[in-house]
């Protein structure tokens, strides 16, 4: 595993759970308006900046304290040793959760089917027919309807995500995104922050890429229209 970052204890990330999180590096997306670019725009495969020996010693040392692990990244899916670095957590008795873009259905459809995860995040950017608008190689269009299938389907546990922001994410864009995932457990709807370093710094530039609070709420109530559960986060 690549892993670019070690959290060692969350109360938010994984919902109803004590958690660790792990960050792996390297994205086949390139959102502009990332969080997290040092990870994105890293490599997949490497040397790894932090030692999995050690996360797993820091895991078997606070056994009774930490109940899970959020595996996070750039995009984890891209990993090709995710599913024995998940086996070691398991074999510990520790939950996991995924965080995910979608874009490796067979990945999610590997680890669900061996029950290997507990609780599955996807996040959704946009539209799928303007998802290559945001890929760094080439995607089947129905890729991303699979992984939400998929999810929905065989997720012990899950959400769907969307960071808010222009021109990715419109009102017309939120009803599609919502009949694509009509019955989901959970959505959440996420304002994108100005304030933070992105992927593109240019992109925060142009004030009308973001929502106001008003405007979150406008587009929460245009997923209640189809979802039972919207909230904002």
Same mark, same amino acid.
Not at 3 to 21: E, H, M, R, W, Y
Not at 112 to 130: C, E, F, G, P, Q
Not at 201 to 225: N, T
């Given at each position: ?52 020996? &050690? ?90 309807? =699979? ?23 419109? &009102?017309?864009?939120? =009803? ?38 008003? =405007?979150?709420? =406008? ?15």
């Amino acid at each position: 595993m690549r892993i670019g970052g070690f959290q060692k204890n969350s109360l938010i990330d994984f919902p109803g759970t004590v958690a660790c999180a792990v960050f792996t590096t390297g994205c086949n997306f390139f959102c502009p308006y990332c969080h997290n670019p040092d990870l994105a725009s890293g490599p997949v495969t490497g040397s790894k900046s932090h030692d999995a020996q &050690e996360i797993f010693s820091f895991l078997a040392s606070r056994k009774d304290l930490v109940d899970g692990v959020v595996i996070t990244g750039g995009e984890p899916c891209l990993q090709p040793d995710l599913t024995d670095f998940i086996l070691r957590i398991k074999h510990m008795g520790l939950a996991v959760k995924l965080d995910c873009n979608g874009s490796r259905p067979g990945v999610l459809a590997h680890l669900l089917d061996r029950s290997l995860v507990d609780y599955v995040a996807m996040d959704i950017k946009t539209a799928s027919n303007l998802y290559p608008d945001i890929m760094k190689t080439s995607l089947r269009v129905d890729t991303i309807q =699979e992984s939400m299938d998929l999810i929905m389907a065989k997720a012990p546990a899950y959400e769907f995500r969307t960071t808010c922001v222009r021109p990715f994410i419109t &009102e017309e864009i939120m =009803e599609k995104i919502c009949r694509q995932i009509r019955g989901a457990q959970k959505y959440v709807l996420q304002k994108c922050s100005r304030n933070v370093h992105m992927l593109d710094p240019q992109f925060a530039q142009q004030p009308d890429r973001f929502f106001s609070d008003l =405007e979150i709420q =406008e587009l929460k109530a245009i997923a209640q229209k189809t979802l039972k559960t919207v909230i904002i986060r």
